[in-house]
């Protein structure tokens, strides 16, 4: 038979022998012990126990805990060598009882200090749905791992709110209609802002507003925010909305002056809404600023329309941004641009985008298509147009800036001795020429008078520099007179009216923005026989005896007689004016 460890008989070790034998007394003294022990356990079970189920009775908690006598004949049962087995499964259980009676209390006071939402009547029922049913199901198993926390960040643009909330979250959330934020409210009670799925943008176009006056001072312009998008190649703007923001699409041409003439020289910009993003492609460059869009064509080029259509226009509009704001033109003219860099840099610090060949898209949270605008070379308060209430004192002073102007007001004649108050003399070349300027030079010197002729024109801030210099400018109507803007407070503005009813464009054109620029202001109307209308025409012509039928043949025709005209100035009557001129000069 081969040998296998279950066939081999095997003697008993020494220290075994030993063991049993020194057992006898154990048994019987463990007797006693084992049963004082058995019994010490079983009445420190019991106190835990009923300790357990009479605050969990507060709670209404059912426990899937054994009830006390089951507990107690159970530790009575088990052999000695299983009791501290059975205690540590009790044990056990008890900490999971523990954990599910937190959660079940920590809802219960979550509830009572939940906010209902508050947008709407059907949202605050369906919170009180939501609380009937916790308290229903209160009793039912919590996964505390999977549903009791959530946190929300203020920062997160894309973060998604599940209108169907439930009491587990410990969350409610409050939308607020009239400015479309978010509120979550934790049960702590703290309040944390969420931004809005809610989509966001306004769009106010001005487009009917007349001025009786003058009808071309009321262009079309639109501001908006929100998501835009600028696409300059296709000279589109979108603008992401909603259907019930009612908002249409738009074709507007930005330049700073309501004129039907002006439609095939100034581009027109589209404004789309759209109430997609994916209907918006994806955008290259991101300004954190806002963005004024405009057209440098129209009657640009003469430096009244540079003032009147787009500079002061352009002033109003974003120097109220200081700096901060970024120019897209349309049109675009370097050399345009290049003449009124100060300016243009003194409104935004930023480089100015061409409309016409950029090929990148823009986002923008706020932009301006067109310009505000007031009368020619006159800015007043408007609660819309002009909320700032800037005034032309406003923009002279900032030309004042840009341009390096020092003098601050004109000289005080008869304070300084041997100091003559200089006068510029603004001479022309094309029309509207003084013929006899060297007599007036002549007579103005004889008076007192340091005389400077220039023609306007060439590098603006040079030419800005010598106005300001002067101490009274004199000109032939015409957007000579412009320069006026660069005068300091309280000097004396001379202008020579031609021929021909032109008292309401000499006193709106360049009379009463003189006054509103805090100038002195003189005006001097010629006569028939100080016009070279009288070499061209019979004294009993329309032009003498009707002139104002010329303005209402339009532009072309009053510009091709009267505006065409030159004058020879009557020197011994015009002496009067230089003399006032004086005059005001010592008040």
């Not at 919170?127 to 198993?141: A, G, H, P, R």
């Not at 973060?159 to 209609?177: A, G, Y």
């Not at 969420?194 to 966001?200: F, G, L, P, Q």
């Not at 004649?413 to 094309?430: A, D, F, N, T, Y």
Request: net charge neutral.
């Amino acid at each position: 038979m081969g040998s296998s460890p279950y066939s081999r008989v095997v003697s008993r070790p020494n220290w075994e022998r030993k063991s049993k034998q020194s057992t006898k007394f154990g048994r019987y003294f463990g007797k006693f012990e084992a049963k004082r022990f058995s019994l010490g356990l079983i009445g420190f079970c019991s106190l835990i126990l009923l300790t357990f189920f009479s605050v969990s009775k507060i709670f209404n908690s059912s426990t899937p805990l054994l009830e006390n006598k089951e507990a107690v004949g159970l530790i009575e049962s088990a052999p000695n060598g299983r009791i501290e087995e059975i205690i540590q499964n009790l044990s056990s259980q008890l900490e999971d009882i523990g954990t599910k009676n937190e959660v079940e209390r920590n809802n219960f006071r979550n509830m009572e200090e939940i906010s209902v939402l508050k947008e709407s009547d059907s949202t605050q029922s369906d919170i009180t749905t939501q609380k009937q049913q916790t308290e229903n199901n209160v009793n039912l198993e919590i996964d505390s791992a999977n549903k009791q926390d959530i946190i929300i960040s203020k920062e997160e643009d894309n973060t998604m709110l599940d209108n169907d909330v439930s009491l587990e979250n410990n969350l409610t959330i409050e939308s607020n209609s009239s400015n479309k934020q978010s509120i979550v409210i934790s049960a702590t009670g703290e309040e944390i802002e969420v931004e809005s799925t809610e989509i966001k943008s306004t769009l106010t176009c001005d487009e009917n507003s007349k001025d009786e006056g003058f009808p071309y001072a009321r262009p079309a312009i639109c501001e908006m925010t929100g998501e835009i998008t600028i696409s300059p190649i296709s000279s589109l703007i979108t603008l992401i909305s909603s259907p019930d923001q009612g908002y249409e699409e738009k074709k507007i041409r930005p330049y700073a002056r309501k004129d039907d003439n002006l439609l095939p020289k100034v581009k027109e910009i589209t404004i789309k809404p759209v109430f997609r993003e994916s209907e918006v492609m994806q955008c290259t460059i991101t300004h954190e600023v806002p963005a004024v869009i405009f057209s440098v064509s129209g009657y640009t080029g003469n430096f009244f329309h540079d003032m009147a259509d787009v500079l002061i226009p352009l002033f109003l509009t974003s120097y109220q941004f200081n700096s901060e704001v970024q120019f897209f033109v349309t049109n675009y003219d370097q050399k345009w641009i290049q003449k009124y860099q100060p300016i243009l840099g003194g409104l935004s610090r930023y480089n100015i985008v061409n409309l016409d060949r950029d090929k990148n898209l823009h986002c923008i949270k706020h932009a301006f298509l067109g310009l505000f605008r007031d009368r020619d070379l006159i800015i007043h308060p408007h609660p819309t147009r002009n909320p700032k209430s800037y005034n032309m004192l406003d923009f002279k002073k900032f030309l004042r800036q840009v341009y390096a102007l020092k003098m601050s007001a004109p000289i005080f004649v008869g304070e300084q001795l041997h100091k003559r108050p200089r006068m510029l003399i603004i001479s022309r070349k094309g029309t509207r020429k003084i013929l006899n300027l060297r007599g007036l030079v002549r007579v103005s010197k004889e008076l007192g008078f340091d005389v400077v002729v220039s023609e306007a024109g060439g590098n603006v801030k040079r030419y800005a520099q010598l106005v300001n210099s002067c101490d009274v400018m004199l000109a032939v109507h015409g957007a000579g007179l412009t320069n006026q803007i660069f005068l300091p407070p309280k000097a004396v503005v001379i202008q020579v009216v031609p021929w021909g009813k032109m008292d309401w464009m000499a006193t709106n054109f360049y009379g009463q923005p003189a006054i509103e620029m805090d100038l002195k202001y003189l005006e001097y109307n010629i006569k028939e026989d100080e016009s070279s209308l009288i070499k061209r025409y019979p004294r009993d012509h329309v032009v003498f005896k009707d002139p104002y039928s010329f303005h209402l043949q339009g532009w072309e025709t009053l510009s091709s007689v009267i505006m065409s005209q030159n004058v020879k100035l009557n020197l011994r009557r015009f002496r009067e004016t230089l003399i006032n001129a004086l005059d005001l000069l010592q008040e």
